[in-house]
């Protein structure tokens, strides 16, 4: 295990594991609310973080999209630093490597997610590249729909990105896809203990959208 990552159990490519933050987080699972990006550097140049026992620090990066060549790739790779808390290195699916973090985020995630066999060899070739007792985080891809898939084939942390975006678009996700709020009639509420339940409804209605 790295200091902050441990894997505590496996089936078959999933992982049962644990983010050793102050507050420790069993994966797989969300983690909005633990994360702190230390920013992208191709705006501007970012002070080293001295990140925090309670959060997983986001090293600062220069994210690639999909399909960038290596060149461009090579010219502009960061060296990571290495600090005293948890961090998380982002790197491409093209180019993972070994850089001490105990965490990998995928740079290009959004450009093999839906695509079977991309996505294969995407976490496969990570997978193979990053230590086997590292967390992969997957951000921005993570629907109801697709979770379960994502977490089957061996990722630890995804994040709401793509939920709250699609919300903010008029869009509300579900197992099933994805429905207008337009034409929903309501939506479900939020999950209560049994003796909150019994005392109010079990959905609310729909904001108006006229």
Not at 101 to 110: E, T, V
Request: some cysteine; proline content about 7%; glycine content about 8%.
């Amino acid at each position: 295990m790295t200091e902050y990552f441990e894997v505590h159990g496996r089936d078959g490519a999933a992982r049962l594991g644990e983010l050793r933050l102050a507050d420790p987080v069993t994966t797989p699972a969300t983690v909005d609310d633990h994360v702190e990006d230390a920013g992208s550097l191709w705006a501007q140049e970012r002070e080293l973080p001295a990140g925090a026992e309670d959060r997983l620090t986001v090293l600062p990066h220069r994210a690639f999209p999909p399909g960038t060549r290596e060149p461009v790739r090579e010219s502009f790779r960061v060296d990571h630093p290495d600090i005293d808390a948890p961090s998380a290195a982002v790197v491409s699916s093209e180019e993972a490597r070994d850089v001490g973090a105990d965490a990998y985020l995928l740079s290009d995630a959004n450009g093999f997610v839906g695509h079977a066999s991309a996505f294969k060899d995407a976490i496969v070739r990570t997978r193979e590249a990053i230590p086997a007792d590292t967390a992969l985080y997957l951000s921005g891809v993570a629907t109801p729909r697709n979770v379960a898939t994502l977490v089957y084939a061996g990722v630890d942390l995804v994040d709401a990105k793509k939920a709250k975006v699609r919300g903010a678009e008029g869009f509300y996700l579900t197992s099933e896809g994805s429905a207008s709020s337009r034409t929903c009639g309501s939506f479900p509420a939020p999950v209560r203990p049994a003796s909150s339940r019994s005392r109010s409804s079990a959905r609310v209605t729909a904001p108006s959208t006229t």
